[in-house]
């Protein structure tokens, strides 16, 4: 049985998302702030944190970084507003996944189902690295080297780069990528797809102006472009 962290100071939130999850078959526990999440992350760890931004005391996004430095739990942050994904996407840390408040409980339930169906790696073939000018991809360790020197990336900025690069000059559009990475069908905004490739490229010294790595197709989408290796 897989287990979820629910995090959330609502206790309405908490009881509709542990009733949901349960149907679904989860192990579900709670916490109602940052200090009692971390508590219950080191206690018994989750396979997978619903982490809401907005603690008391400790907020979502310092419970996420310490998260990071013991455990890698998959996390999809739970935020008030659409326009903070931006800020989230931005700040790299680590989460798998966004849902923005009033959220439906079966789109959170479905999200969950997704994310924990990820592996955290692509099949490639037999050569699990890819391999392009000044550029490779080890999608088995899950490391990104540009010009021999590594590059962090949160989970889901590698899900994206593994899988632009794992069909060089393909074109895909919002939707395939949400569909290929995300792994479920997006009832959110498909901006985030934009907000996560301007993450990706700002990591990788990409310039949207003078793309060598991801380009964009004008009303199609985007393509990886990278030379062969």
């Known amino acids: 049985m897989r287990r979820v962290l629910v995090v959330d100071d609502e ?11 349960q149907s679904d078959g989860f192990e579900v526990t709670e916490a109602v702030d940052g200090e009692a ?14 982490l809401d931004v907005m603690l008391p005391g400790i907020d979502g996004l310092e419970v996420l970084r310490q998260l990071r430095t013991f ?7 739970v935020t008030a507003r659409a326009e903070e994904v931006d800020k989230l996407v931005g700040l790299g840390i680590g989460a798998d996944d966004y849902v923005t408040k009033p959220f439906s409980p079966r789109e959170v339930t479905a999200r969950v189902k997704a994310v924990l ?3 955290r790696g692509v099949r490639t073939g037999e ?29 889901l900025e590698f899900d994206l780069l593994a899988a632009l690069a794992a069909a060089p000059g393909r074109v895909f559009s919002r939707a395939q ?9 997006f009832y959110g905004d498909e901006r985030v797809v934009d907000v996560h490739i301007r993450s990706l490229r700002a990591r990788l010294g990409d310039p949207a102006g ?20």
């Open 71 to 77: 455990s890698d739990a998959y996390v999809i942050l």
């Open 210 to 229: 003078d793309p060598h790595l991801i380009a964009t197709v004008r009303g199609a989408g985007y393509k990886f472009v990278g030379s062969p290796g």
């Open 11 to 21: 206790p309405h939130i908490r009881t509709v998302l542990r009733g949901y999850l």
């Open 177 to 185: 990528l949400l569909e290929r990475v995300w792994g479920y069908d």
């Open 117 to 119: 169906r990820r592996d």
């Open 127 to 155: 050569d699990a690295t890819l391999r392009f000018a000044g550029l490779t991809i080890d999608t088995v360790g899950r490391e990104v080297a540009v010009d021999g020197a590594p590059v962090m990336l949160s989970s």
């Open 37 to 50: 999440a971390i508590a219950a992350l080191r206690d018994k760890p989750p396979d997978l944190v619903l």
